[in-house]
C-alpha cells in the first residue's frame, strides 16, 4: 500500500514539473545556432551560385499564459557565397547582419515534453555586404535593411525538467529589402515571399526557470 502511494505522488511531482515547464510565468533563456547552404543556377547567364550561412542568436521569452509565451531575441548572421560562370574570373560576396527580432508561440506537446510550437514573428535586419573578384570589376559594397514578417514551425522536446531543444522545422514569410549600393546601381526596393521546409538546420538550446 505505501509503495503505491510513493508511486501516486512521484508520478504527481514528475507531471507537475513538466507542465510547469510551459505554465503561465515560466521563462525561457537560451540561444540558437544554425548553418545553411543553398545553390542554384542562372539561365541565360552560365553562372552557378553557392552560398553558406552561420548564424547565432540569444533569445529570452515569458509564458503570457498556458503554453503560449512571448519574447524577443538578437542575432548575429555570416553569409558567403562564390558566383562560378564562364568567365574565368569568380565573384565572392560576403554579408554580415545584425538582427532583432519578437515573436509570439503556441505550444502543442504530448504528455508536456515532446512536440511542436508555431505562431508569428517579425524580425528588422541590417545588412553589410561586399563584392570582389580578382578583376576588381565588379567590386562593390551595399547597406540594406530588412523587414521580415512570418509564422514558423519547430519540433520541441524537454530532455529534463530545466532544459528544452527546439528544431526548425518550416518558416513562411514575407520580407521588404531597402538597400544602397556604392556603385552605379544606386538604391534598390525589393520585396520577397519567402516558404521553407527543412531546408536548414537550426537547432536552439533553452532554460527553463522562473516557476
Known amino acids: 500500500m505505501n509503495k503505491h502511494i510513493v508511486a501516486i505522488v512521484l508520478c504527481f511531482i514528475a507531471f507537475k514539473n513538466a507542465s510547469a515547464q510551459t ?16 545553390t542554384y543556377t542562372t539561365e541565360g547567364y552560365d553562372s552557378k551560385t553557392k552560398g553558406t550561412s552561420y548564424n547565432i542568436s540569444p533569445n529570452y521569452s515569458y509564458f503570457i499564459a498556458d503554453k503560449l509565451d512571448i519574447g524577443t531575441s ?35 506537446l504530448y504528455n508536456n515534453k515532446i512536440g511542436i510550437r508555431t505562431g ?7 545588412n553589410k555586404s561586399g563584392t570582389t573578384n580578382a578583376d576588381a570589376i565588379y567590386n562593390s559594397n551595399y547597406k540594406s535593411n530588412y523587414y521580415r514578417g512570418g509564422v514558423n514551425l519547430d519540433f520541441v ?13 518550416a518558416d513562411i514569410s514575407y520580407i521588404h529589402e531597402k ?33
Open 23 to 38: 505554465e503561465k510565468g515560466s521563462q525561457n533563456l537560451g540561444a540558437s545556432f544554425g548553418i545553411s547552404t543553398t
Open 74 to 108: 538578437l542575432g548575429f548572421n555570416r553569409v558567403v557565397s562564390t558566383v562560378k560562370n564562364s568567365n574565368p574570373t569568380n565573384i565572392k560576396q560576403i554579408n554580415r547582419e545584425l538582427s532583432a527580432s519578437v515573436f509570439l508561440r503556441k505550444y502543442f
Open 120 to 126: 508569428p514573428y517579425f524580425t528588422y535586419t541590417h
Open 157 to 169: 522536446y524537454y530532455p529534463t525538467t530545466n532544459i528544452g531543444l527546439a528544431a526548425g522545422i
Open 179 to 211: 538597400a544602397e549600393a556604392s556603385n552605379s546601381l544606386g538604391a534598390a526596393n525589393s520585396n520577397t515571399f519567402n516558404l521553407r521546409f527543412m531546408d536548414n538546420l537550426s537547432l536552439s538550446i533553452f532554460y527553463v526557470f522562473g516557476k
